[in-house]
T-cell receptor, first 113, second 112 residues
C-alpha cells in the first residue's frame, strides 16, 4: 500500500531563513506524481509544487524547490527567504495510477518575525 | 489550473437534518473528489464523484449517509444526511487530472 510520511509535526524559523520540510513515501508503481500543498489558516489548499517521478530534475517554483531522491523515496521541500505569509500547514502527497492522493500527516510551519 | 468554488462556506445545522454542499469548477475536469478534514489534521477521502455513474466511496463512507451527484464535468454536490455532531468537520471539494489537483475553499460544518 502507498504511504506518505511527514516526520516533522511542527517547525518554526525566523523570517528570511531557509527551511526544509521532509517527506518520505512508499509506492510500488513506477509512474507517479508527488505534490506539496500549503494550507494557511484560511484553509484554502494551495498547490505549491509538483514533481513527476520520471523527471530527474528537481522542480522549482520561485522560492520553493524540492529535493527528489527517487531511490530513497524522499521528497523534501525547501523554502528560501521565508516570509510571514509562508506560515501554514504543509502537506506532502502522492498520486499514482489510482488517481487518488495519498496524504502525509502535515507539518505546521511557523515563520517568526 | 482550475478555480473551484463551494457553497456554502460554512453552516451550523441541527442534528438529524441534511446539508447539501455544492462544488463548481471553472473548466471541465475528469476527476472530482470529496474530502473531510478535521482542523489541524490531514485529509480523508470520502468518495470520487464520477460523471454519469455512481460515486466510488472509500471504506467507512456510504452512499446513504453521503449521497453525491455529478451531473456534468464541472459540477458536483455532496449531501451530509441525518447529521450528528460527529459530522462536524471541514468538507473539501477537489478536481483535477493525473498530474494536478486543485481544491475548493472548503465548507465548515458545525452540527449541534
Amino acid at each position: 500500500a502507498q504511504t506518505v510520511t511527514q516526520s516533522q509535526p511542527e517547525m518554526s524559523v525566523q523570517e528570511a531563513e531557509t527551511v526544509t520540510l521532509s517527506c518520505t513515501y512508499d509506492t510500488s508503481e513506477s509512474n507517479y506524481y508527488l505534490f506539496w500543498y500549503k494550507q494557511p489558516p484560511s484553509r484554502q489548499m494551495i498547490l505549491v509544487i509538483r514533481q513527476e517521478a520520471y523527471k530527474q530534475q528537481n522542480a522549482t517554483e520561485n522560492r520553493f524547490s524540492v529535493n527528489f531522491q527517487k531511490a530513497a523515496k524522499s521528497f523534501s521541500l525547501k523554502i528560501s527567504d521565508s516570509q510571514l505569509g509562508d506560515t501554514a500547514m504543509y502537506f506532502c502527497a502522492l498520486k499514482d495510477s489510482n488517481y487518488q492522493l495519498i496524504w502525509g500527516a502535515g507539518t505546521k510551519l511557523i515563520i517568526k518575525p | 489550473s482550475a478555480v473551484i468554488s463551494q457553497k456554502p462556506s460554512r453552516d451550523i445545522c441541527q442534528r438529524g437534518t441534511s446539508l447539501t454542499i455544492q462544488c463548481q469548477v471553472d473548466s471541465q475536469v475528469t476527476m472530482m473528489f470529496w474530502y473531510r478534514q478535521q482542523p489541524g489534521q490531514s485529509l480523508t477521502l470520502i468518495a470520487t464523484a464520477n460523471q454519469g455513474s455512481e460515486a466510488t466511496y472509500e471504506s467507512g463512507f456510504v452512499i446513504d449517509k453521503f449521497p453525491i451527484s455529478r451531473p456534468n464535468l464541472t459540477f458536483s454536490t455532496l449531501t451530509v444526511s441525518n447529521m450528528s455532531p460527529e459530522d462536524s468537520s471541514i468538507y473539501l471539494c477537489s478536481a483535477g487530472q493525473f498530474n494536478e489537483q486543485f481544491f475548493g475553499p472548503g465548507t465548515r460544518l458545525t452540527v449541534l
